[in-house]
């Protein structure tokens, strides 16, 4: 065993726990700070795979803005808890056996029909450089330009909407 | 056993992914759905890192980019429909919004 599998299997744990952790969790509050810790673990793998700029804006978008933004509505609406209502019942035993063919389809998928012997490329002293982020701001603002300026009008409507959704509307209390 | 297989990476996608899926169809809590949504497009973000890394390549990390930057739209008009749906309903069990009429 090398140190990079033990890393691997000591943060796929860690990823894969929190994840159910989020599943089951009644409060919802403990629900987004599970997907928190799973974000982390997340933007630690990238930091395996060479990626410290996606890395990075995980855990600056996703870890941070984004669960913030879980976090202040749950607490502004006050809805940690569901009253008890009807319970759901043929949905969570069908949800699950669906789930499991799931990952029957995709363990199928890798072991008998992947023969990849590819393996990950370990981060080097280059990966971590300014040159290597220059490359992908090169190829952002080249070969993406288009996309990365339509991702400017989608995040402007984005705003739009929310504060249009949001908005009180005349007559209302 | 040296360096770790990128199969290792897909498998853990998958089983993310899974318990994604698994979340958005067994909650009730319209948050924590949303919340397993956004599980879900994680564990596709890994898939991507993982191949651009097997290959070499920038395109999967720019995918990924655009992904998140989605992802925050997408949560952003998101939540404020929550936040409305509340206002009206006084709840956020996905249960209750089962009719059209406001």
Known sequence: MSVDLILFFVLALVAVAAAIGMLVSQNAIYSALFLVINFATVAVFYLLLGAPFIAMAQITVYAGAIMVLFLFVIMLLGAEKLAPGKVLRYQRPLAISLAIVLVAEAAYLLIARVQSTAAIVPPTEATNTVDAMRELGMALFSDYLLPFEVTSILLLVAMVGAIVLTKREKGEQ | ?102
């Open chain 2, 1 to 102: 056993m040296g360096p770790v297989p990128v199969t290792y990476y897909i498998a853990l996608s998958a089983i993310l992914f899974t318990i994604g899926a698994l979340g958005v169809l067994i909650r009730r809590n319209a948050l924590i759905i949303f919340m397993s949504v956004e599980l879900m497009l994680n564990s596709a973000n890994l898939a991507f890192v993982a191949f651009a890394n097997t290959y070499q390549q920038l395109n999967g990390q720019i995918i990924v980019f655009f992904v998140i930057a989605v992802a925050a739209a997408e949560v952003a008009v998101g939540l404020a429909l929550i936040v409305a749906i509340f206002k009206t309903k006084h709840s956020i069990d996905v249960d209750q919004m089962s009719s059209l009429k406001g």
